[in-house]
T-cell receptor, first 114, second 114 residues
Framework: AQSVTQPDIHITVSEGASLELRCNYSYGATPYLFWYVQSPGQGLQLLLKYFSGDTLVQGIKGFEAEFKRSQSSFNLRKPSVHWSDAAEYFCAVGTGGSARQLTFGSGTQLTVLP | DGGITQSPKYLFRKEGQNVTLSCEQNLNHDAMYWYRQDPGQGLRLIYYSQIVNDFQKGDIAEGYSVSREKKESFPLTVTSAQKNPTAFYLC?????????????FGQGTRLTVV
């Protein structure tokens, strides 16, 4: 079965600093990878997704992520963080053709200092 | 606007009561999901449905029940058998069950046992 690990439970950065959130997955074949963002008390919003092709994908709100097959990683990056980016971020992997095969990591909480 | 509507936003349940959480989508999606979210545990799959009149247990189905009588509706009942129901519940839908289709989320229902 597939799994997703987000090793950082909580990250704090200053506004304007760069950001990288880590995501590692475990799956035997090429996965479908997603990053979602959740503001407090809200649902999840898709930031970006990777299916195939270019391993560097661009998303909304200035985020990007790079798929590295050799490291089984799909890290999320942003060059300059804004205070409004404070939220919880979830990495997810979708596999195969079964509807149940969408697995989420445990999330990384981002705090942005002024 | 197309989307997923969950209601109510907040729900209080007394011990021993059953309560039903509503989830409606007008995206014409085939697949629908219920997740439970607890702090530090990410999203855990309760039930999912790929098609009307069919649904499958997820990883933590005990104490919950669902129905899928209409394509656009997937209500979740939290029964008295669920020993620790206080949590944030998220409903999601996908165009279909394939791994590369993204999930769209509702705004969530926060259930509290009083």
């Amino acid at each position: 079965a597939q799994s997703v690990t987000q090793p950082d439970i909580h990250i704090t950065v200053s506004e304007g600093a760069s950001l990288e959130l880590r995501c590692n997955y475990s799956y035997g074949a090429t996965p479908y990878l997603f990053w979602y963002v959740q503001s407090p008390g809200q649902g999840l919003q898709l930031l970006l997704k990777y299916f195939s092709g270019d391993t560097l994908v661009q998303g909304i709100k200035g985020f990007e992520a790079e798929f590295k097959r050799s490291q089984s990683s799909f890290n999320l990056r942003k060059p300059s963080v804004h205070w409004s980016d404070a939220a919880e971020y979830f990495c997810a992997v979708g596999t195969g053709g079964s509807a149940r095969q969408l697995t989420f990591g445990s999330g990384t909480q981002l705090t942005v200092l002024p | 606007d197309g989307g997923i509507t969950q209601s109510p936003k907040y729900l209080f349940r007394k011990e021993g009561q059953n309560v039903t959480l509503s989830c409606e989508q007008n995206l014409n999606h085939d697949a629908m999901y219920w997740y439970r979210q607890d702090p530090g545990q990410g999203l855990r799959l309760i039930y999912y449905s790929q098609i009307v009149n069919d649904f499958q247990k997820g990883d933590i189905a005990e104490g919950y029940s669902v129905s899928r009588e209409k394509k656009e509706s997937f209500p979740l009942t939290v029964t008295s058998a669920q020993k620790n129901p206080t949590a944030f519940y998220l409903c999601a839908s996908k165009l279909d069950g394939r791994g590369f289709t993204e999930a769209f989320f509702g705004q969530g229902t926060r259930l509290t046992v009083v």
